[in-house]
T-cell receptor
Framework: DQQVKQNSPSLSVQEGRISILNCDYT??????FLWYKKYPAEGPTFLIS?????DKNEDGRFTVFLNKSAKHLSLHIVPSQPGDSAVYFC??????????????FGQGTILTVHP | GAVVSQHPSRVICKSGTSVKIECRSL??????MFWYRQFPKQSLMLMAT?????????EQGVEKDKFLINHASLTLSTLTVTSAHPEDSSFYIC?????????????FGPGTRLLVL
């Protein structure tokens, strides 16, 4: 049962344009969402997060939007740069007890930014 | 930022042997660490939550007798793959939770590539 889904396995974007990566979730107990960037044979690197009490969070070129009613979030990168090329994972957590910090990951989307 | 290390980065072993992977938080204390595995072109799947001073909590379908976890101190967790078989070949990643920083401060190690022949 895939509770966090990234339905686009890959995305190709021209340098300078906007990259939009999408993520859907099914578990209504999730209340905190994160985006990670990952290169092959490396651990994920935290990019940006959003709490369910917000619908938008912005950090430099990265903005995450959350639509709770649709159980959907997206990561916008603008302008996209070739160095952004990597695999992007959406992750979600709920706040309860011993699962604090336990993350459920999506399948990942491979972003390629062309010069 | 905070750093999490893993050792070894890569290991090749014969079927039937045991392999130990270490995960260390280098500049913060982690009462909780997590172990994930990632198969090629797939997502990171949580295997278990490692709690300092108590037993690990395993996810459904993960054999606790095969994947032994020891959280010996606030900066070290170890994962031992016992009697490894080729199907255990995977990329194992740990993360450490710095509770003082909130949920977003979960830092990942660089991963360990295990190949069982």
């Amino acid at each position: 049962d895939q509770q966090v889904k990234q339905n686009s396995p890959s995305l190709s974007v021209q340098e300078g344009r906007i990259s939009i990566l999408n993520c859907d979730y099914t578990n209504s107990m999730f209340d905190y969402f994160l985006w990670y960037k990952k290169y092959p044979a490396e651990g994920p690197t935290f990019l940006i997060s959003i709490s369910s009490i917000k619908d938008k969070n912005e950090d430099g070129r990265f903005t995450v939007f959350l639509n709770k009613s649709a159980k959907h979030l997206s990561l916008h990168i603008v302008p996209s740069q070739p160095g952004d090329s990597a695999v992007y994972f959406c992750a979600a957590s709920d706040k309860g007890g011993t699962s604090y910090g336990k993350l459920t990951f999506g399948q990942g989307t491979i972003l390629t930014v062309h010069p | 930022g905070a750093v999490v290390s893993q050792h070894p980065s890569r290991v090749i072993c014969k079927s039937g042997t045991s392999v130990k992977i270490e995960c260390r938080s280098l500049d913060f204390q982690a009462t909780t660490m997590f172990w994930y595995r990632q198969f090629p072109k797939q997502s990171l799947m949580l295997m278990a939550t490692s709690n300092e001073g108590s037993k690990a909590t395993y996810e459904q379908g993960v054999e606790k007798d095969k994947f032994l976890i020891n959280h010996a101190s606030l900066t070290l967790s170890t994962l031992t793959v016992t009697s490894a078989h080729p199907e255990d070949s995977s990329f194992y990643i740990c993360s450490a939770n710095n509770l003082a920083g909130g949920r977003k401060t979960q830092y990942f190690g660089p991963g360990t590539r295990l190949l069982v022949l």
